[in-house]
């Protein structure tokens, strides 16, 4: 069966699927973007994923192309048409084609794209041993927040972790201290069993799946501190892991070749990984699909 995607109004399959080759955000990568995982065919903190997308089309003054209500239409409607229970959603929305300018149209017409692709999210091994990941310079922009198209510099790291047999890359300010993963947030704990996560800045894709684990994590009484960190107490901590749409709560047991604690996935991501399932409402895709 075909994969079938929206596009401005319409459900075709995907070979079929296609925006104008003037389109801004593929010109100018003038496009916002959400992923939105499907977890047993629950859309996992979709009221989240559609806040951050309203706030990234003011950040860059675009409108909606559609009302949310009708967004959330589409969104069952390409899940169904696809016949997925465990998936990843993509929806992108650029400032649509024009005739090539920096500035922008005057009267601009939205592209609006939605697909969607069957996922395993995770091997069993990977849950079970925890991920490698290796550290890039951050050479970013300085509007993070926004979750733009322009994801050049994270494609970059995403290859060379790869490249290194790493699943992710973790990416270091100036400073010294980390500020995310290529496509995830990332979280340590303590020696003193403290969970420190980087606090929402420009300079970080403030991740719902973070929001979702900061609400759970207060709730079950943990200690967190929202402040960066360093790629040194990263080295000295006792457990590590990354969160996002699709990863969840995924350990990481090695940075850079080198152990993070005992080298094992630690106990505190499995119970932040439990409580984010519960709060989606559906069983762990991986324990599930062993
Ligand atoms: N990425 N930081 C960055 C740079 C990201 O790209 C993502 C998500 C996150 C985590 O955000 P959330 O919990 O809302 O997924 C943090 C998605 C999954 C992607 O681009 O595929």
Known sequence: MSRIAYVNGRYLPIQAAGVHIEDRGFQFADAVYEVVSVVGGCLADEEGHLARMGRSLSELRM??????????????????????????LYIQISRGAAPRDFRFPRDPSPTLVLTCRA???????????????????????LRRDIKT???????????????????????????????????????????????????????????ITRQSLLRLAAAMGLGVEERPFTLEEAFAARE???????????????????????????????????????????????????
């Open 63 to 88: 409108p909606w192309p559609v009302a949310p209500a009708v967004l959330r239409q589409i969104m069952r409607q390409v899940v169904a048409r696809n016949r997925v229970r465990n998936a990843s």
């Open 119 to 141: 996922a395993r999210f995770q091997t069993p091994e990977q849950l079970q041993d925890g991920i490698a990941c290796i550290t890039v310079p951050d050479i970013r922009w």
């Open 149 to 207: 198209v322009g994801l050049l510099a994270q494609s970059l790291g995403k290859q060379a972790a790869a490249e290194a047999g790493a699943a992710e890359a973790w990416q270091i300010a100036p400073d010294g201290t980390v500020t995310e993963g290529c496509s995830s947030n990332v979280w340590i704990v303590t020696a003193a069993g403290v969970l420190v996560t980087r606090p929402a800045s420009p300079l970080i894709l403030n991740g």
């Open 240 to 290: 590590a892991f990354i969160s996002s749409a699709g990863s969840f709560v995924l350990p990481v047991t090695r940075l850079d070749g080198r152990p993070i604690g005992d080298g094992r996935p630690g106990p505190l991501a499995r119970r932040l990984r439990q409580a984010y399932f519960d709060h989606v409402g559906a069983p762990d895709p991986v324990e599930a699909g062993r």
